[in-house]
């Protein structure tokens, strides 16, 4: 996940967090707020009748007429029961229905003098009062209909506005980061198109005060000083490599006319044929080294060609034959390929011949019969190309490191080689997109597998 969305994600859900919290306190607060009021309100009816029956010469007879007149202060599904000092009642503003209460709430009463009974459909607000030197005990029973509808109407449109709300904060979240993080977008596509030939290119720097412009300013020296080292590195490789070139020609020169004009001992002669294949070992390094300074994995790229492998293999095969003219090549396509197979892939001829003549010379030099078995196939997304050869295997544990620089197996003692070839190999193979492994199919059977991708 992008840090845009993680940042978006995170602020929307902090800010929908304290908005719920926030609404759950208004709602709260808002049913306590009309407990309170009803509860007041139950309050003040059972003040308004005790006063009545204060002033009331016959309660009896008057309360009838005096609850009808103040019929509209009455309160919601209002019920009145007044019982007398020996709890039987006296007056109820229910008519027509059969009259029951709870004998042991007029009990309680005897002790606690008022009792609130909220949580109860209805709700009944109970009083114990001496009036007139005489206990009344006094009941009322209503339902606040109104405070209850309106928490009601309160929880959905807090249940409406959150949702409209939350939908508001993830767009809003999401445009703000995205717009505040719009110049991080800006670097980051600008250092997606460097490459190592756009080191020196830099990054554009809106507002240099701000985090964002710091880093692209970071990154801006840091690649100067990277193409300074990269340069550096490449010119000495480049220079080197061309220096090295002519004087190992002449010394190559000099060795053959010294071998082919003198007449020299046997061991003499083997002496100066050695330092020749020495000679010769050095000017192909060399050589890759120059091919290899000149390209990279983007820059290559624009030099390809379409390549056929079953003539990079040949001409491999001829330029070894000459320093091994005892090496010999059986050569096959797999039966298996597909039927209008042209083994061509895209590539540098020069890059790829270096490939198969690093792999030839080992297996010229480590083959118990100096000879290679090649064996290509062609698929509808692949060519396998596979180098067989008999001789001293590398040990298992040796294998993780095969493809490194001036990696050695024990099977190379007293072999002439720098440890390079390999190295070469597959990072010749790596700019073309392809693969190389190696197995051993017995204790004397060296297998090269080098796949290419259409």
Same mark, same amino acid.
């Given at each position: 996940?992008?840090?845009?969305?993680?940042?978006?994600? %995170?602020?929307?859900?902090?800010?929908?967090?304290?908005?719920?919290?926030?609404?759950?306190?208004?709602?709260?607060?808002?049913?306590?707020?009309?407990?309170?009021?009803?509860?007041?309100?139950?309050?003040?009816?059972?003040?308004?009748?005790?006063?009545?029956?204060?002033?009331?010469?016959?309660?009896?007879?008057?309360?009838?007429?005096?609850?009808?007149?103040?019929?509209?202060?009455?309160?919601?599904?209002?019920?009145?029961?007044?019982?007398?000092?020996?709890?039987?009642?006296?007056?109820?503003?229910?008519?027509?229905?059969?009259?029951?209460?709870?004998?042991?709430?007029?009990?309680?009463?005897?002790?606690?003098?008022?009792?609130?009974?909220?949580? %109860?459909?209805?709700?009944?607000?109970?009083?114990?009062?001496?009036?007139?030197?005489?206990?009344?005990?006094?009941?009322?029973?209503?339902?606040?209909?109104?405070?209850?509808?309106?928490?009601?109407?309160?929880?959905?449109?807090?249940?409406?506005?959150?949702?409209?709300?939350?939908?508001?904060?993830?767009?809003?979240?999401?445009?703000?980061?995205?717009?505040?993080?719009?110049?991080?977008?800006?670097?980051?596509?600008?250092?997606?198109?460097?490459?190592?030939?756009?080191?020196?290119?830099?990054?554009?720097?809106?507002?240099?005060?701000?985090?964002?412009?710091?880093?692209?300013?970071?990154?801006?020296?840091?690649?100067?000083?990277?193409?300074?080292?990269?340069?550096?590195?490449?010119?000495?490789?480049?220079?080197?490599?061309?220096?090295?070139?002519?004087?190992?020609?002449?010394?190559?020169?000099?060795?053959?006319?010294?071998?082919?004009?003198?007449?020299?001992?046997?061991?003499?002669?083997?002496?100066?044929?050695?330092?020749?294949?020495?000679?010769?070992?050095?000017? &192909?390094?060399?050589?890759?080294?120059?091919?290899?300074?000149?390209?990279?994995?983007?820059?290559?790229? %624009?030099?390809?060609?379409?390549?056929?492998?079953?003539?990079?293999?040949?001409?491999?095969?001829?330029?070894?034959?000459?320093?091994?003219?005892?090496?010999?090549?059986?050569?096959?396509?797999?039966?298996?390929?597909?039927?209008?197979?042209?083994?061509?892939?895209?590539?540098?001829?020069?890059?790829?011949?270096?490939?198969?003549?690093?792999?030839?010379?080992?297996?010229?030099?480590?083959?118990?019969?100096?000879?290679? &078995?090649?064996?290509?196939?062609?698929?509808?997304?692949?060519?396998?190309?596979?180098?067989?050869?008999?001789?001293?295997?590398?040990?298992?544990?040796?294998?993780?490191?095969?493809?490194?620089?001036?990696?050695?197996?024990?099977?190379?003692?007293?072999?002439?080689?720098?440890?390079?070839?390999?190295?070469?190999?597959?990072?010749?193979?790596?700019?073309?997109?392809?693969?190389?492994?190696?197995?051993?199919?017995?204790?004397?059977?060296?297998?090269?597998?080098?796949?290419?991708?259409?």
């Amino acid at each position: 996940m992008s840090l845009k969305r993680r940042i978006a994600i %995170s602020l929307s859900i902090a800010f929908s967090l304290i908005f719920g919290i926030m609404m759950f306190i208004v709602y709260v607060s808002f049913n306590d707020f009309r407990k309170d009021e009803f509860r007041e309100r139950f309050q003040k009816r059972l003040v308004f009748t005790v006063n009545f029956i204060e002033k009331s010469g016959d309660f009896e007879k008057e309360a009838p007429i005096f609850f009808d007149e103040n019929s509209d202060n009455v309160l919601l599904n209002e019920n009145i029961m007044i019982f007398g000092k020996d709890k039987s009642l006296v007056y109820s503003t229910l008519k027509d229905k059969k009259i029951t209460w709870d004998q042991k709430l007029l009990d309680r009463l005897d002790k606690e003098k008022t009792i609130y009974q909220e949580n %109860s459909v209805p709700e009944i607000f109970a009083a114990l009062r001496t009036i007139k030197g005489e206990n009344y005990y006094i009941l009322t029973s209503a339902q606040d209909v109104t405070g209850q509808s309106k928490l009601d109407f309160l929880k959905y449109m807090l249940i409406f506005s959150y949702v409209v709300s939350i939908l508001l904060i993830w767009f809003f979240s999401y445009y703000l980061v995205s717009k505040f993080l719009e110049p991080l977008e800006i670097l980051k596509s600008d250092i997606s198109d460097i490459s190592v030939h756009k080191l020196t290119t830099p990054v554009v720097v809106k507002n240099s005060q701000d985090e964002i412009g710091v880093l692209a300013k970071s990154f801006n020296l840091m690649t100067s000083r990277l193409n300074d080292v990269f340069q550096s590195q490449k010119d000495f490789n480049s220079s080197a490599a061309h220096e090295m070139r002519t004087p190992l020609t002449r010394m190559a020169f000099q060795l053959e006319n010294l071998i082919q004009l003198e007449n020299h001992s046997d061991k003499t002669k083997t002496t100066l044929q050695q330092m020749l294949q020495d000679v010769y070992q050095l000017s &192909d390094l060399t050589k890759s080294l120059l091919l290899l300074s000149k390209f990279d994995k983007e820059g290559i790229a %624009s030099v390809y060609e379409e390549v056929r492998i079953d003539e990079v293999v040949f001409d491999a095969f001829e330029t070894v034959l000459r320093n091994f003219p005892d090496f010999k090549m059986d050569f096959q396509i797999d039966e298996e390929s597909i039927e209008d197979s042209i083994l061509t892939v895209k590539g540098v001829k020069s890059l790829l011949e270096i490939t198969f003549i690093n792999l030839f010379k080992n297996a010229a030099l480590y083959s118990d019969n100096q000879e290679v &078995d090649i064996s290509i196939k062609e698929t509808d997304f692949r060519i396998i190309v596979n180098v067989f050869s008999i001789g001293s295997t590398i040990p298992i544990e040796e294998r993780d490191k095969l493809f490194e620089a001036f990696m050695r197996g024990s099977n190379s003692q007293n072999k002439a080689g720098s440890g390079l070839g390999l190295r070469i190999v597959k990072r010749i193979l790596e700019y073309h997109k392809a693969d190389i492994t190696y197995s051993s199919l017995s204790d004397s059977e060296n297998l090269f597998t080098v796949v290419f991708n259409k």
